[in-house]
């Protein structure tokens, strides 16, 4: 079965640079989610949307940004890198989590800045 | 708001043993689900279990099962014959009918020894 896949795996940016995750969701889900994990962290909730429309925000600094595209994909775009900002950043997506349907998480991308 | 709290960082069982995992939490929500996810050092999150909590019958999966108290807003996993390949961390989460999100623990530790 299709999962939901992420790019790139790894990355590594310096300071002050912009990155860009992108997020191809598991055919047929209507909901993105963007999650950052850091060190030894649980899964912090940053960004989700829903049919392309941004549906809850979380914990998101003001220097990121997502968005979701017309054929569900998504992409984080994330600017002024500090060194705080790495960490393994998933992407999931689900069908109508409102009716409490799963979660899929892709195996995220690792984002390094020095 | 939702809040989910595992109190035990890091729980030891020996292989073929029963474990048990602690999860509480709170929500304004009616409509509700709770889930738990294993992260193996791998990173990928796993969805180990679900329940919903209109039904009062817990959820089992295999060698899983949860112990759901609802007016104690209690959501604790069992482990039966305990494997090695059931070492990870263990995350406990929830999201609510209002909402586009998961909301997590900050996770247990689980090391099976041999």
């Known amino acids: 079965a299709a999962g939901v896949i992420q790019s790139p795996r790894h990355l590594i940016k310096e300071k002050r640079e912009t990155a860009t995750l992108k997020c191809y969701p598991i055919p047929r889900h209507d909901t993105v989610y963007w999650y950052q994990q850091g060190p030894g962290q649980d899964p912090q909730f940053l960004i989700s949307?829903?049919?392309?429309?941004?549906?809850d925000k979380g914990s998101i600094p003001d220097r990121f940004s997502a968005q979701q595209f017309s054929d569900y994909h998504s992409e984080l775009n994330m600017s002024s890198l500090e060194l705080g900002d790495s960490a393994l950043y998933f992407c999931?997506?689900?069908?109508?989590?409102?009716?409490?349907?799963?979660?899929?998480f892709g195996e995220g991308s690792w984002l390094t800045v020095v | 708001a939702q809040t989910v709290t595992q109190s035990q960082p890091e729980m030891s069982v020996q292989e073929a043993e029963t474990v048990t995992l602690s999860c509480t939490y709170d929500t304004s929500e009616n409509n509700y689900y709770l889930f738990w996810y294993k992260q193996p050092p791998s990173r990928q999150m796993i969805l180990v279990i679900r329940?919903?909590?209109?039904?009062?019958q817990n959820a089992t999966e295999n060698r899983f099962s949860v112990n759901f108290q609802k007016a104690a807003k209690s959501f604790s996993l069992k482990i039966s014959d305990s494997q090695l390949g059931d070492t990870a961390m263990y995350f406990c989460?929830?999201?609510?009918?209002?909402?586009?999100?998961?909301?997590f623990g900050t996770g247990t530790r689980l090391k099976v020894l041999a």
């Open positions: 989460a929830t999201t609510g009918s209002g909402t586009y999100k998961y909301i």
């Open positions: 329940q919903e909590a209109y039904k009062q």
């Open positions: 999931a997506s689900s069908l109508n989590l409102k009716a409490g349907n799963t979660i899929y």
């Open positions: 949307f829903y049919e392309k429309m941004q549906s």
